[in-house]
C-alpha cells in the first residue's frame, strides 16, 4: 500500500488518515496538521480504482456496497496498519482514525471488527448502509462525527444511523451538523476541541 508516516513526537497519538473517493494520501495532511501539529501521522492511499479515482473498496453504486470486498479490504488495511505499529513502534490503541466519506466508511468497518483494537475516530461525512445485528462493545470508544445538512450523497436518516451504530453501542460520541458532504472550518474547529478536551 501507498503511504506517508511522519514522526511527530516520539509516543504521542497516531493519526491514521484515510481519504475521501478520488484523493490520495496527501488530502488530509494540512488537517492533521491543523488537529494536532504534535500527533504522528499514518496517511494510507486506498488500492481500489473506481473510473480512476482511489477508494478503499468497491461499491455497486451510490451507497450500495461490495461487501465482501469492504470486508476483505478492511481487514487488509487493519492487518497494514498493525504491521506498521509494529514497524514505528506504536500501539493500535494510540491510533484515531481521521476520514472523510470513503475513508470514514472503512474506519467505520475496522472499528466494528476490532473494538479491541481501534477505540478513537474522527469521521467527517461517513455512510454505513447496513444495520448491526450484534452488539459491539465500544464501551471504550471515543467517536467525533461530523455530519451534513442537505447532504446529496448522504441522506440525514443515514447520518443518524451512523451515530446509532456507537451510541447504542456505548461508545462516547460527539456530532456536529454542517452544509452538505464537506469538511468545512466550523468541523475542522469542532474537531480540534474534541482533540484537546
Do not use: C
Not at 14 to 22: A, I, K, M, Q, S
Not at 117 to 124: G, W, Y
Not at 171 to 179: L, M
Request: proline letters at 4%; hydrophobic letters at 35%.
Amino acid at each position: 500500500m501507498e503511504y506517508i508516516y511522519k514522526e511527530n513526537q516520539k509516543g504521542a497519538p497516531v493519526f491514521v488518515l484515510l481519504h475521501g473517493t478520488g484523493g490520495t494520501e496527501n488530502d488530509l495532511l494540512p488537517l492533521a496538521q491543523v488537529m494536532e501539529p504534535n500527533y504522528n501521522v499514518l496517511s494510507v492511499r486506498g488500492e481500489v480504482k473506481e473510473n480512476g479515482m482511489n477508494r478503499y473498496f468497491r461499491r455497486l453504486g451510490e451507497g450500495n456496497y461490495d461487501w465482501d470486498d469492504l470486508e476483505k479490504r478492511s481487514e487488509d488495511l487493519a492487518n497494514f496498519i498493525e504491521g506498521k505499529a509494529a514497524e514505528y513502534e506504536f500501539s493500535t490503541n494510540d491510533v484515531i482514525f481521521v476520514g472523510f466519506s470513503n475513508g470514514s466508511n472503512i474506519a467505520i468497518h475496522m472499528m466494528l471488527n476490532h473494538p479491541d483494537k481501534f477505540k478513537k475516530a474522527m469521521l467527517f461525512a461517513p455512510l454505513y448502509p447496513k444495520n448491526i445485528e450484534t452488539k459491539i462493545d465500544f464501551s471504550q470508544a471515543e467517536v467525533f462525527l461530523s455530519l451534513g445538512k442537505g447532504d446529496s450523497i448522504v441522506p440525514e436518516t443515514e447520518s443518524e444511523h451512523v451515530i446509532d451504530i456507537f451510541k447504542n453501542n456505548n461508545a462516547d460520541v460527539t456530532s456536529i451538523w454542517v452544509n452538505g458532504h464537506s469538511l468545512p472550518g466550523e468541523a475542522v474547529e469542532a474537531g480540534q476541541q474534541w482533540i484537546n478536551r
